[in-house]
């Protein structure tokens, strides 16, 4: 995006924003634009858009984040409790004061420092979740981090719903980049998701099985097993295999084949 069209954006909020939509831009200039117009009336800081795959929130567009912040996080399954897996499950926009997040989130405490660098950098402000709606239906979500808190009124309400179903046209249309963009994907599986190898290894945890016995029962190495685990270790911030089940299981990680269904 050019520098007259985010000035634009700065100038005329969301109008520009809408007509700089209609030209199917790519998903990161889609977030971009956000940030410097429409978002920038709720002091916004950073700003992401994700989009419903499957059963996850996968990452689609950011801006004002940082690589590291967002590597975690580029895929979400729906059942794991987040601001934004909230927003596309209740079909509403909610705002969340981002000293509370953790706390009304306990997913999100095994990232506890990311959220204190949050509150560093952009100082005490309020977390901004709204889903993308089409015909009814949340297709994902959008929204950011804001660097001061601010008492919200039926128009700035208006203001996101008007956005969000703006994106969902976007985001749906025939000829958009949406569908089509990857960047941001991750081979690894997040912070916030466990593949369906590491889940099978969790559940035959919980039974009490051994390594090896889990490695005979799945048909791996004893050592590719136990890089599973610590891999889990380390994104749930437990230092055993038995704590590293349970605590998956209580944050919502772990769910057994054919639950949901």
Known sequence: MDAWASQSMSAFGLPQFLRFLASLPEPDDVAR?????????????????????????????????????????????????????RCVREGEVIIDEIEEVTTHFEVLQVDEPLWQGFMDRFGIGQVISAPIILQGTAIGAFGGITRSKRSWSSLDFAVLDGISSALGLWMTHPDSPSPRTDRLRRQDPGLLHLTERQQQILRLVETGKSNSSIALALGFSASTIKQELQRVMRSTGVSDRMQAAARARSLGLLTDPGAGQ
Do not use: K, N
């Not at 795959?53 to 912040?69: D, N, R, W």
């Open 33 to 85: 634009a956000l940030l410097l117009g429409p978002m920038a009336t709720f002091d916004a800081g950073a700003v992401s858009l994700t989009r419903v795959v499957g059963g996850s929130l996968e990452l689609h567009g950011t801006c004002g984040y940082t690589q590291g912040e967002i590597d975690g996080y580029w895929r979400v399954p729906l059942t794991v409790p987040t601001p934004f897996s």
